[in-house]
């Protein structure tokens, strides 16, 4: 079995007029990741409007789990009635202990053609962290073309359970991470030609501090390329990943899949 650890299933690309509505539905999504074996998703927020649809989804399906936050492109968003909102939202899945808010996320800087101001991303991605240590969750980083400066506010904030999402930096960056006992998440662009960069990162990561991703409906596998992407997709990224560390696709289902649940708390099933 696998865990999608991070995929957007009320992104609109997937429910435009254009698209087949009906094979694009997240139940449709839902059941073909099932088929090819990904057990569960977590929808991750990117802004207030898709982390409670997100939970809306998580509450109505046992599969799926959630993540509340506010990427760095959205940080105009972020403000004091918008943790607050978050917070009553995480109290009362404690309240029921249901427990389908499993992290804070996705959160961090962008510094890629983004015209929010470097200050103001900074300001709400500390927001978020101190959130996220007020309530206990592990968070799920976005990193673009920022990685100094995130480690450094992660590292000011004295954050553990973090997760650097769609790792794409080099293998120095990577064994910065894993030194500090980080995560480093795994997408389809491992599969993408003239990246042996990534793969060398790939190759060398320690096998409790990997997971794997779709980030569905962007970056599919190479072999679909031009398509939107879906959780039913991510047995290629664990294919590519078995076929660079030298090990069997159930090696790497089987360590993603233990790590995620480590990491996020899902129950965890015949452990040794």
């Known amino acids: 079995m696998l865990i999608d650890t991070h995929c957007h299933l009320d992104y609109k ?13 997240y ?35 046992k599969s799926i789990f959630c993540a509340l936050g506010v990427h760095p492109n959205e940080s105009i968003a972020w403000e004091a009635g918008v ?4 917070f009553q939202a995480i109290e009362a899945d404690w309240k029921v202990k249901s427990k389908r808010i499993v992290a804070i996320g996705e959160i961090g800087l962008d510094y890629f053609r983004n015209k929010i101001p470097k200050s103001l991303q900074k300001k709400v991605f500390r927001g978020q962290l101190n959130l996220a240590k007020k309530v206990q969750l592990p968070v799920i980083i976005h990193c673009r073309e920022a990685f100094s400066d995130v480690v450094e506010i992660l590292e000011e904030e004295g954050m ?18 894993w030194r500090k006992g980080w995560i480093t998440s795994f997408t389809a662009v491992i599969t993408y030609p ?3 960069i990534l793969q ?14 779709t980030d569905a409906p962007f970056l599919p596998p190479q072999s679909l390329r031009g398509k939107l992407n879906e ?13 660079f560390r030298g090990q069997t696709l159930d090696q790497v289902a089987y360590s993603s899949t233990r790590n995620a649940r480590r990491f996020f708390g899902f129950p965890l099933v015949n452990e040794t």
Do not use: W
Not at 13 to 25: D, E, M, Q, R
């Open 27 to 61: 139940e449709a999504l839902v059941e073909r990741a099932h088929q090819a074996g990904v057990g569960f998703l977590i929808n991750v927020g990117f802004d207030v409007k898709s982390s409670l649809k997100g939970l809306n989804l998580a509450q109505n399906d």
């Open 83 to 86: 943790e607050k909102q978050f």
């Open 200 to 213: 060398e990162v790939v190759k060398a990561c320690p096998e409790t501090q990997y997971f794997l991703e």
């Open 231 to 243: 959780s039913a997709f991510m047995i290629e990224t664990a294919q590519a990943v078995a076929d």
């Open 194 to 196: 003239k990246n042996s």
């Open 160 to 177: 553990e359970s973090v997760v650097f999402h769609c790792f794409s930096e080099g293998l120095e960056q990577a064994k910065q991470v």
């Open 13 to 25: 690309a997937f429910h435009l007029s254009g698209i087949n509505a009906n094979s694009h539905t």
